[in-house]
């Protein structure tokens, strides 16, 4: 590797400030002029690194001192809005106070520093580039000035980011298939087994039947058994077969139901959650007014979000606070939302008969209901609405204390 004097490391950083090589020779003296060719090479490897490289100089305090034209191109400032500037100008507020304290105790003590940084542009938009900063350091170890040389890394970023989000959606179908397989295993052998059973039933009343019709003289025993196959054994046979059946059916549907919700596209938009929360109530105004509550909501902030599939999570939360009201009091339903650094925290408190304990862990299982000797509902609900806001990078949760009500609680991104 060749070894550079400090003269010719000056008239690199000098032609890097300059367009043209004639205004570092110009200047140049008789020593420097013996290096021409070696400026020469280096305004070559120049124009090379600035076709494809985002380039900027900053002196030892972080004030910048140069910036290539792609600098200019991908941070949609101009030349004389950078000058004189820190990096904080595009600063997209992604990295933490720590990731920039260690990005400068490395280029301060010497050292070169490489890392990913996601920069927010004039017009807002966010950027990402891989880069290296070199520090230049004095005969006295101390930094004379920086150079950052970048490489416009956003559409990597990005292909990352689907990457993610595609191995996050088959995480979630893989879970979905795990619910569905435990619900097959579980939830159809019931109904079978009553099929299969009163099947045989079936099967050996019509054998009793074909018995009695064979026979020339029909006894008044035979004829009581006759009837009671024909009034008794057969329908109840026949009834819970339909039961089984119905409920297989059931089943069935609520697998299909689900299973399209994970295939609904979301379309994100900013929500007016004051405007969404009128029309649903104004939907359930004949409930309301049949249950005598008192629905009361406190001004919300917006949120980001599907307007449909938002819209069933807040009306599957109040349809369930109206079914398990307390009959023994008044009922009240109060919405209200706390705003956090990222997201917001909507909440859906009901003065109802409350959720025991033991299943408070389950009510976002498919197909387990908030109470099941009521047998309301599909099931279905809290679970839909748990997988609508997983997939909007949201959660839900419940705390609920028996015979003293229920408060549901909906993360969304802010």
């Not at 099967?203 to 006759?226: G, I, P, W, Y």
């Amino acid at each position: 590797m060749k070894n550079y004097s400090r003269m010719t490391r000056a008239a690199l950083i000098s032609l890097l400030q300059s367009n043209e090589t004639s205004s570092v020779t110009g200047a140049a003296s008789e020593s420097q002029l013996r290096e021409i060719p070696l400026l020469r090479e280096l305004k070559d490897l120049k124009a090379a690194l600035d076709a494809h490289s985002i380039v900027a100089i900053t002196d030892p305090q972080g004030k910048i001192t140069f910036v290539n034209d792609k600098f200019c191109e991908i941070s949609k400032y101009s030349r004389s809005e950078l000058l004189g500037k820190d990096h904080r100008i595009i600063n997209s507020g992604s990295h933490s106070k720590e990731f920039f304290k260690d990005l400068w105790s490395t280029i301060s003590s010497g050292k070169t520093w490489k890392g990913e940084i996601c920069n927010r542009a004039k017009d807002e938009t966010l950027y990402w580039v891989y880069t290296t900063i070199f520090p230049f350091m004095d005969t006295a170890g101390k930094p004379m000035q920086y150079i950052a040389i970048r490489t416009d890394i956003t559409e990597r970023k990005r292909d990352e980011e689907k990457l993610a989000e595609l191995a996050r959606r088959l995480e979630e179908k893989n879970k979905d298939l795990e619910t569905i397989f435990s619900v097959a295993s579980h939830d159809l052998r019931s109904p079978l087994v009553n099929i299969q059973g009163f099947s045989q039933e079936l099967e050996h009343s019509c054998v009793l039947l074909k018995s009695f019709l064979a026979k020339q003289n029909v006894s008044q025993e035979d004829r009581n058994n006759l009837a009671q196959i024909l009034n008794e054994d057969i329908p109840e046979a026949i009834q819970f077969v339909k039961a089984g059946v119905s409920k297989i059916d059931s089943l069935l549907a609520g697998l299909l139901k689900f299973s399209r919700q994970g295939r609904a596209a979301i379309h994100m938009e900013r929500l007016d959650m004051n405007a969404m929360l009128k029309r649903i109530l104004q939907a359930m105004e004949f409930q309301i007014k049949e249950t005598g509550t008192r629905v009361t909501i406190d001004p919300l902030p917006d949120c980001v979000g599907d307007s449909t599939q938002i819209n069933q999570v807040f009306s599957n939360l109040l349809d369930n606070a109206l079914k398990y009201l307390d009959p023994k009091k008044a009922g009240m339903i109060h919405i209200s939302a706390h705003v956090h650094d990222k997201n917001i925290t909507y909440s859906v408190r009901d003065n109802g008969i409350g959720i025991m304990q033991e299943h408070q862990k389950k009510i976002f299982e498919i197909f387990h209901r908030l109470n099941p000797s009521k047998g309301i509902g599909e099931g279905l609900g809290l679970t839909i609405s748990q997988r609508i806001l997983e997939r909007h990078h949201g959660k839900i949760h419940v705390e609920s204390t028996p015979g003293m009500g229920s408060t549901f609680f909906v993360s969304l991104p802010k």
